[in-house]
């Protein structure tokens, strides 16, 4: 089959994976937004963390809330992805509420290029 691209560039390779254009338009080259989209994620990480483990022992926010000694609107603000206001004592309280632990872990600011 003939190439349908002919204005390809010599020595610059198209890519059909979005998240790599992506992550090279707006990540590599920016690290302000690599800071923003690496703090997004790990509040949204949290929050999901929170919203699994609960829903896994099949309880629901008011019920995890009385278990930790807040309000269920502390609850569902924690499981929201947007919320920035994580604590580790209240993380700790919601963990053990849930018969879990928090581990906490440093990572090279950078991640490590995947090899294909």
């Given at each position: 089959?003939a190439n ?5 560039k ?7 994976n ?8 707006y ?6 937004m690599a800071r ?12 999901q ?9 099949g ?7 009385r278990l930790?000694?807040t ?9 929201d ?5 994580h ?11 849930l018969d879990?632990?928090?581990?906490i ?6 991640e ?5």
């Amino acid at each position: 089959m003939a190439n349908v691209n002919k204005s390809k560039k010599p020595g610059k390779s198209k890519t059909a994976n979005g998240i790599e254009i992506i992550r090279d338009r707006y990540l590599t080259r920016d690290s302000d937004m690599a800071r923003l989209v690496a703090k997004q994620r790990a509040n949204m990480q949290v929050a999901q963390t929170i919203y699994d483990l609960r829903t896994k022992v099949g309880i629901s926010q008011r019920q995890l809330a009385r278990l930790v000694g807040t309000t269920a609107s502390v609850i569902c603000r924690l499981e929201d992805a947007d919320y920035e206001g994580h604590s580790l004592s209240m993380l700790c309280r919601i963990a053990a509420a849930l018969d879990s632990r928090v581990e906490i872990r440093f990572l090279p600011a950078r991640e490590q290029k995947r090899s294909a």
